[in-house]
Nanobody, 123 residues
């Protein structure tokens, strides 16, 4: 599976962005999909995940109620709608594909990674 993330940009605090991740390969629907982020000088952090079917989702507490993950298996895409953005959301965001449960937040669970897209939130 090859992943290509897009949709990042510069936005003011309180604004919104929608990240997309396009996947190649016919096995996309077999994988749970996750979004991670990495701020300068910090470790890569789990943000959200969605099960292969789309029935289950999981978020870190700091984005609950603001971010929504979704997927379209017919189009091989996964999206992250980010609302009410805060400066602390600034990071490079990565999409990833894994075979574990959505509540497993470790990067080691994910086997395929996209190249990352920069999100910058100004105050």
């Amino acid at each position: 599976v090859q992943l290509q993330a897009s949709g990042g940009g510069l936005v003011q605090a309180g604004g919104s962005l929608r990240l997309s991740c396009a996947a190649s390969g016919r096995t996309f629907s077999s994988y749970a999909m996750g979004w991670f982020r990495q701020a300068p000088g910090k470790e890569r952090e789990f943000v959200a995940a969605i099960s292969w079917s789309g029935d289950s989702t999981y978020y870190i507490d700091s984005v609950k109620g603001r971010f929504t993950i979704s997927r379209d298996n017919a189009k091989n895409t996964v999206s992250l709608q980010m609302n009410s953005l805060k400066p602390e959301d600034t990071a490079v965001y990565y999409c990833a594909a894994g075979l574990g449960a959505v509540w497993v937040t470790s990067t080691s669970m994910y086997v395929y990674w996209g190249q990352g897209t920069q999100v910058t939130v100004s105050s």
